[in-house]
C-alpha cells in the first residue's frame, strides 16, 4: 500500500516513542510519557480493529491473589518475592481506579470468593488464613481480608461446593468501559493511535509493516504480553495461553454477586448485570491451550456449560449468548518483565493472567524506564 505525503509527514515522521500493543499496558505507558513530557510524539500501533490479546477480552476481575494461588505460587518463588508481586497488583489496582475513575470503569467492591469441593484442600487453606491475613496486611492495611464464609453457600444456591473463603478486597469492572476510558485519556493528551498495523519485524529503531513500510523511532515499547516471542523471539520467557470465556442471557431472580474462584484458579465467574460470565478450563489442554491462534474447543466450552449447569446455576434456567477468547502472557513464574533489550526497544510483557491489576503500573515502569533515556 503506498502511503500519501500526508500520512508520512502527519503520522509517521519525527516519532520519539512508538509503542507496540494498545492493551493495558501499552496505552499506560503511552498516557505516562505523555503526561510528563506533552512534546512527545508518541504513536500506538495495534494489528487489531480494537485491543488485541487479552485486555478487551478478560472477565474484569479486580483482583490481587486467591489464597490457593497464593499458597500454590509459595511453592516455587519465595515469601519475599511472591508478597512483593502482590503488592504490585495492590498498587496496580488503585493506581487504576484513580487513573480512570471508579464510575467510568463500573467498578465495584462486591468482594471475591474461592469455592472448595474437595476438603483436604480447604482444610489445608483454612489452616493457612491467619497466616495470609498477617501477610495481606502489611499490604492493604486491612487485619481480616480473608474470612470463612459457608453461610453463604446457599444464599449463591450453589451446589457440589463445600466451603467458601471470602476476599473482602476484591472487586469488578467493565473491561469494555475501562479500555474506552483509557483510551479516551490517552488520546486527549495527543497520542496518535493506529489500527491495522500489522508489524512484521524490528531492526534496531526500524519496525518493518506489512513487508511494505518502515516506521522509525527514537524508542520502542514492545507491550505485546502473550504475542512477544513473535516480535522479540524465543529467548524472552513468555509463553502465550489461550483462555475460553462464556457469558449467560440474563437469568431472572439470580443472586451470585462478586467475583469467584474455583479450582485453584483454573475456573472463574462473576455476575456482569444480570448474567453470569465464565471463563477457564486451560487446564484440560496445557499444551493446545498454549497457543496465540484465538479460538474455542469443544472439551472446554463442554466443561464450562457443566459447572454453569452442575455447580453455579443448577436450578436456573439460561442459555449461552455468546463466546470467545483471549491470549494472556504467561512464563515459569508470575513476575513480568519489564527490561532495555536493546540501545532502542524496551519491554513490558508476561501479566500473567493479571494484567488489570498490574498493567497500569507495568505501563507506568517502562515509561520511566524510556523517559530515563530521551
Not at 301 to 320: A, C, D, M, V, Y
Not at 339 to 354: D, E, N
Request: charged fraction near 25%.
Amino acid at each position: 500500500m503506498d502511503l500519501s505525503y500526508w500520512e508520512k509527514k502527519i503520522f509517521l515522521k519525527n516519532i520519539d516513542v512508538a509503542i507496540i500493543g494498545s492493551g493495558i499496558v501499552g496505552l499506560n505507558a503511552a498516557f505516562n510519557l505523555k503526561k510528563n513530557n506533552p512534546s512527545l510524539k508518541i504513536i500506538v500501533l495495534e494489528r487489531g480493529i480494537l485491543p488485541s490479546g487479552a485486555s478487551i477480552k478478560n472477565a474484569g476481575f479486580a483482583c490481587f491473589g486467591s489464597p490457593t494461588e497464593l499458597l500454590e505460587d509459595l511453592k516455587t518463588i519465595s515469601e519475599n518475592e511472591l508478597f512483593k508481586l502482590v503488592e504490585k497488583r495492590y498498587l496496580g489496582l488503585k493506581r487504576l481506579r484513580n487513573n480512570l475513575g471508579d464510575s467510568f470503569i463500573d467498578y465495584h467492591n462486591w468482594g471475591g470468593y474461592e469455592l472448595f469441593d474437595n476438603e483436604a484442600i480447604y482444610t489445608e487453606c483454612s489452616e493457612k488464613i491467619d497466616y495470609l491475613n498477617k501477610m495481606m496486611a502489611v499490604i492493604t492495611g486491612k487485619k481480616e481480608l480473608y474470612v470463612k464464609a459457608d453461610h453463604l453457600i446457599k444464599e449463591f444456591e450453589f451446589e457440589q461446593i463445600k466451603h467458601l473463603i471470602l476476599n473482602k478486597g476484591e472487586g469488578q469492572i467493565d473491561t469494555g468501559k475501562m479500555m474506552l476510558r483509557l483510551l479516551s485519556k490517552v488520546q486527549q493528551l495527543g497520542v496518535i493511535i493506529l489500527n491495522g498495523i500489522n508489524i512484521t519485524s524490528l531492526n534496531d529503531n526500524e519496525i518493518q509493516v506489512n513487508n511494505e513500510w518502515n516506521i522509525s523511532a527514537k524508542k520502542i515499547i514492545v507491550a505485546t504480553n502473550g504475542f512477544a516471542q513473535q516480535l522479540l523471539g524465543n529467548n524472552l520467557e513468555v509463553t502465550p495461553a489461550r483462555a475460553q470465556v462464556i457469558i449467560t442471557s440474563p437469568i431472572e431472580n439470580l443472586t451470585i454477586k462478586g467475583t469467584f474462584h474455583f479450582e485453584k484458579g483454573y475456573y472463574y465467574f462473576r455476575n456482569i448485570e444480570n448474567r453470569i460470565l465464565l471463563g477457564g478450563g486451560r487446564n484440560l489442554d496445557l499444551k493446545g491451550e498454549t497457543t496465540t491462534e484465538f479460538g474455542l474447543t469443544e472439551i472446554i466450552q463442554n466443561r464450562l456449560e457443566e459447572i454453569l449447569s452442575g455447580i453455579i446455576l443448577p436450578h436456573k434456567k439460561f442459555t449461552i449468548e455468546h463466546r470467545w477468547s483471549g491470549i494472556m502472557g504467561l512464563g515459569n513464574d508470575k513476575m513480568p518483565i519489564v527490561k532495555k533489550l536493546s540501545q532502542y526497544t524496551y519491554c513490558a510483557v508476561k501479566m500473567g493472567g493479571m494484567g488489570i491489576a498490574i498493567g497500569s503500573l507495568i505501563g507506568e515502569e517502562v515509561a520511566t524506564l524510556v523517559d530515563n533515556d530521551l
